[in-house]
């Protein structure tokens, strides 16, 4: 059964226990390790990797990429790009973020959290992380210059074989300084929803020697709005623009 709980520290969140059905979330852990082949070294968002053929550029951006997060993503919004209907974890996740109990739910929330029911912009990104694995400290807020696309609610959702194969691999919220932590251990099909702009967080390393079906997998989900969007405008029941 669904628990949606609402906690103010360190930094407002939402979790959300057994966030998708059991069916759903088998289906999109089958999904997640059906697209091994797919996944690519992460990228960190609004850094410039252009080193113009230096293989020197190329050393000095690839150490501060490895010293600032090390795990490996798909892309959902571009691999399924003009074919999204053949994404179950897709069509789970627009599900989910559309049903009557989230709705209503998130309207009642403090903070920002009731904006997340008016968005019109979804960007997904599938993660597995294996040994040594991590994400440091950041901010999922882009400014509009590198990002055609606002990220104003971040949900981070989790799936793993179980029993779980692997250790470690929290996700860690802040608040006020770095020093406010709240560990949060992976918890197959439990959702975490944070104000992207706001709560600095990061992935601790991943212990896991394993087979890569059992890997530790996340969905990175970010509800926002284009370019052009004025929240003013926007209603409950918009469709949804991709990227």
Not at 187 to 192: G, L, P, Q, R, S
Not at 223 to 242: E, H, Q, T, V
């Amino acid at each position: 059964m669904q628990k949606i709980e609402y906690k103010a520290s360190p930094s407002p969140h939402i979790v959300i226990k057994n966030f998708l059905s059991t069916p759903a979330a088998r289906d999109c852990l089958a999904e997640a390790q059906w697209l091994e082949t797919a996944y690519v070294d992460a990228k960190i968002s609004g850094m410039s990797e252009d080193s113009d053929g230096c293989e020197e550029c190329e050393a000095e951006i690839d150490i501060v990429r490895k010293g600032v997060r090390q795990n490996k993503v798909v892309y959902m919004d571009g691999y399924y790009e003009g074919h999204r209907a053949k994404s179950k974890i897709l069509k789970h996740l627009e599900q989910a973020i559309t049903e009557k109990s989230f709705v209503d739910a998130f309207k009642s929330f403090p903070d920002l959290f009731p904006i997340a029911v008016q968005t019109t912009h979804m960007e997904t990104i599938l993660s597995s992380y294996g040994m040594c694995d991590f994400y440091g400290w950041h901010l999922d807020y882009l400014p509009p210059d590198v990002a055609p696309t606002s990220r104003v609610i971040t949900c981070v959702v989790h799936w793993n074989t179980e029993p779980k194969q692997y250790k470690g691999g929290e996700l860690i919220l802040t608040g006020a300084t770095i020093e406010d932590q709240l560990p949060y251990e992976p918890v197959h099909n439990t959702a975490i929803f944070f104000q992207s702009n706001q709560c600095i967080h990061g992935v601790d390393d991943t212990i896991f020697e394993g087979e890569f079906k059992d890997s530790r997998f996340s969905i990175n989900l970010w509800l926002g709005f284009d370019g052009r969007a004025d929240i003013s405008d926007n209603l409950p029941g918009m469709a949804y623009k991709y990227r």
